[in-house]
Nanobody, 118 residues
């Protein structure tokens, strides 16, 4: 069982920056780690994902503005967000995903609110 705790959300003006952090309760070295978000009335969507080997992929909404990174020594994954827009307002969730021997291990954090508004 892996517990994920997000931090770093808050209120920021358009054009501003935020850095979200996700801390895992145990080693997530072999997990793919991701950041998802869910805006009111919308489905949860992928923002960015980073493999256990460090390869990052970004969904279209954050490409070029968001950077995902991980530190396996600290069991953390961060999401640096710049040039934030009002449409980035959402609850951001951290995810840890691992598949082995036909079993899927999928863990979610509680989420952190990001509000982009003037």
């Amino acid at each position: 069982q892996v517990q994920l705790v997000e931090s770093g959300g808050g209120l920021v003006q358009p054009g501003g920056s935020l850095r979200l952090s996700c801390a895992a309760s145990g080693s997530v070295r072999f997990y793919a780690m991701g950041w998802y978000r869910q805006a009111p009335g919308k489905q949860r969507e992928l923002v960015a994902r980073i493999t256990s080997g460090g390869t990052a992929i970004y969904a279209g909404s954050g490409r070029g503005r968001f950077t995902i990174s991980r530190d396996n020594t600290k069991n953390t994954v961060d999401l640096q967000m710049i040039s934030l827009k009002p449409e980035d307002t959402a609850v951001y969730y951290c995810n840890a995903h691992y598949e082995s021997h036909n079993k899927v291990y999928d863990y979610w954090g509680q989420g952190t609110q990001v509000t982009v508004s003037s």
